[in-house]
């Protein structure tokens, strides 16, 4: 798939429709054109884990 302007809107238009599980990137501007799902910080590596981030969870961890 090509991206016409940003890639992550375009990863985030894939994971909304279901075309996609989630977005992975470096950070979270993929939440931000979208994204249900969004991991970070993944390594295939054994014993490494996925940090993963959804609006939902966002939202919890910015609620004071």
Known sequence: VQAVG???AM???LN???WAHAVHTADVDALL???LT???KM????????VG???RML???LAY
Request: net charge negative; proline share 3%; charged share 10%.
């Open 43 to 50: 390594h295939l590596q054994a014993g490494h884990l996925a």
């Open 53 to 55: 981030m959804s609006p």
């Open 16 to 18: 909304v429709c279901g």
């Open 59 to 61: 939202h919890r961890q």
């Open 6 to 8: 940003e890639a992550e």
């Open 11 to 13: 990863c985030a238009a």
């Open 38 to 40: 969004v991991y970070s």
């Open 33 to 35: 054109f979208g994204a």
